[in-house]
């Protein structure tokens, strides 16, 4: 019998899921509305039952039951019941490599079943703070793994099965709300208040207010100050000064920029550097 030469055939990971934040499924009753966020890692929604709208950057869509979107990190989304009750699985999480598409997805019945199935694995071998993913119960690291294995490899068929969908809502007032972000970029360099903002949109203020409260589930001001701090952040990764930062993007002062960066941070536009920097 002739020995076989064997060749090495390597494998890499097409997603790997380094840490979950939070897994949770919860009905969402007529009326309900989630004031919008943003964080540093990704965010997978699925429609379980019913209809959602969801806001993703600016961009708005109604998701139905089998459609999923995924929110890359640090972008902007919100989320409300578009159509009566809806039930919604969420999954918060890192992944190195990223995953290659974020957008709006169509599942086959069995990809649905999947991640369901999946958070129904997690529910007996992860502790829970409400929805937060608090740790790993004791003697269950095995079975944790296999939990997100399984998430895993139910996100890796959806991407791959098919590319994103980038048909968006176009409602007048979702067209008025991609307008609303629109100015909001073209101006993020410009201290401004409702009423300016409005001028260039041309509508009322109370309109205003009311198209981004629908969609972002907050105040026009408070959007736009959000999306200045998300800006901050690019640029302080850039190295550029606070004091730089903060006039570049209109604010009076260093001081008023670091109160505001610090009150949605959590930490002074300074340390926050410090610590991307010497990650």
Known sequence: MELTEFKECKISDALQITALY?????????????????????????????????????????????????????????????DGAVE????????NPPPRGVGVFSLLPDETLALCDAYASAQSTFDFDGIAV???????????????????????????GAAAQKTACASVGAVNYINIVSEMERNIDR????????????????????????????????????????????????AQSVKAVAYSLGFSSPYYFSAAFKKRMGVPPSQWRHGRVNR
């Open 22 to 82: 939070t897994w949770f499924k919860r009905r969402l009753q007529s009326g309900y509305v989630f004031k919008g966020e943003m964080h540093p890692f990704y965010e997978a929604v699925c429609v379980v039952s019913g209809k959602a709208g969801i806001t993703a950057g600016k961009s708005v869509f109604t998701l139905s039951a089998g459609q999923m979107a995924i929110h890359a990190p640090d972008e902007f989304h919100a989320i409300w019941a578009a």
């Open 134 to 160: 608090a740790g790993i119960k004791a003697g269950k690291s095995a079975a944790a793994s296999a939990a997100v294995k399984r998430l895993e490899s139910a996100l890796i068929r959806i991407i791959d």
């Open 88 to 95: 919604v699985l969420v999954c918060t999480f890192s992944a």
């Open 191 to 238: 201290a401004m208040n409702a009423d300016g903002l409005a001028a260039l949109c041309g509508m009322s203020v109370s309109s205003l207010e009311k198209t981004v409260r629908r969609f972002a589930g907050a105040g026009a001001m408070e959007l736009f100050g959000g999306m200045k701090i998300k800006r901050a952040c690019a640029l302080l990764e850039g």
